[in-house]
């Protein structure tokens, strides 16, 4: 089976990783896929340019096995819809078990997502959940497809829901860019090589510290 995390990781820190991690190895999955969106259909642009954010996905995933970062949002004209991701993934892996992950704030908000009925028609949807939290009434369309294990999810290839519960590291990618801003250090919420990365270029700085950092190197 082949997992797929999208997200705009901007920038991607340990909560991410950790969660792809445990997710990889609870579902024994062959390969999972991390895509960083370029034009977010559901939020603000980043302010961060989508190739920055993809260098620092890849140094973040360079020695985890089985981790592969996909680029192919951002070769993509248009909003970054999931559902036109899942179907080229689709057409790649016409026989493979997909799996798509989901936090439980973008599950929350899952009937504003382009055609999102049709994200059952190409993969399985997981949402990642924090222990012990209530699970709220769902849509008929989602009740008949939650599975209760799972092993139910290798028996098609898609068109499932399940629920699984992950280790909730109360990191955001806010909290990081505004500790950034304020001149502060991200080290431990993010890995040491997306830290040296954000430096060397100089990212998420205040108006303040950038019109100095431009001074500087004048």
């Not at 599975?147 to 909730?168: I, K, P």
Request: net charge neutral; charged share 20%.
């Amino acid at each position: 089976m082949i997992g797929i995390y999208g997200g705009t990781f901007n920038p991607v820190h340990f909560g991410h990783l950790r969660t792809a991690l445990e997710v990889k190895e609870l579902f024994d999955l062959q390969l999972l896929s991390l895509i960083p969106c370029r034009l977010p259909a559901h939020r603000q642009q980043p302010d961060v340019d989508a190739e920055m954010r993809l260098a620092m996905l890849k140094l973040a995933s360079a020695d985890m096995s089985g981790f592969y970062v996909d680029r192919r949002e951002l070769d993509r004209e248009g909003p970054s819809y999931m559902v036109d991701t899942l179907a080229t993934l689709r057409e790649e892996y016409p026989q493979t078990g997909l799996i798509l992950f989901i936090g439980l704030d973008a599950f929350a908000g899952l009937s504003t997502w382009h055609q999102w009925q049709r994200l059952f028609d190409y993969a399985h949807l997981v949402v990642m959940t924090r222990p012990q939290c209530a699970r709220s009434d769902l849509p008929v369309f989602l009740q008949q497809r939650v599975c209760a294990n799972r092993d139910s999810l290798r028996q098609q290839r898609a068109g499932l829901l399940f629920f699984q519960t992950v280790t909730a590291l109360d990191i955001s990618a806010t909290t990081i860019r505004t500790l950034i801003a304020a001149g502060r250090n991200p080290k431990f919420l993010l890995p040491d090589a997306v830290i040296s990365y954000i430096r060397r270029h100089q990212l998420y700085l205040s108006s303040e510290q950038d019109s100095e950092c431009k001074q500087n190197n004048s």
